[in-house]
């Protein structure tokens, strides 16, 4: 059974941090790269970060470069997105994404290229 679960969302001050966790488990072929992603009501879904999970290669939106930090466990089947420096503009639910295709600095935000997506974890950043 495929499995993309998030934790460790919830409600932050300005400034502070929050680390979210992704688990992947019982995909059909091994994954390639993993991802998260937030939406915002009524906006589209944006790729907030990606990591290769053949090489290690971490790819950042350019909203998020210097403040987040996606990274994975040895075993390849967590995906941690550390969450530093927050903004009330970083609120929005987090969902995270595996793909079984390779992805790469061109591609990695074009999000039809994920298979697999979890429910989703809501960041709220308010005073």
């Known amino acids: 059974q495929v499995q993309v679960a998030e934790s460790g969302g919830g409600l932050a001050n300005p400034g502070a941090s929050l680390r979210l966790s992704c688990a992947v488990s019982?995909?059909?072929?091994?994954?390639?790269?993993i991802g998260w992603v937030r939406q915002v009501p009524g906006k589209e879904r944006e790729g907030v970060a990606c990591i290769s999970t053949t090489d290690g290669s971490t790819y950042y939106s350019d909203s998020v470069k210097g403040r987040f930090t996606i990274s994975m466990d040895n075993a390849k089947n967590t995906v941690v997105l550390q969450m530093d420096n927050l903004e009330p503009e970083d609120t929005a639910v987090y969902y995270c994404a595996a793909s079984l295709g390779s992805l790469y600095s061109t591609n990695w935000y074009r999000l039809h290229l994920y298979d697999y997506w979890g429910q989703g974890t809501q960041v709220t950043v308010s005073p």
């Open positions: 019982g995909l059909p072929l091994p994954h390639k790269a």
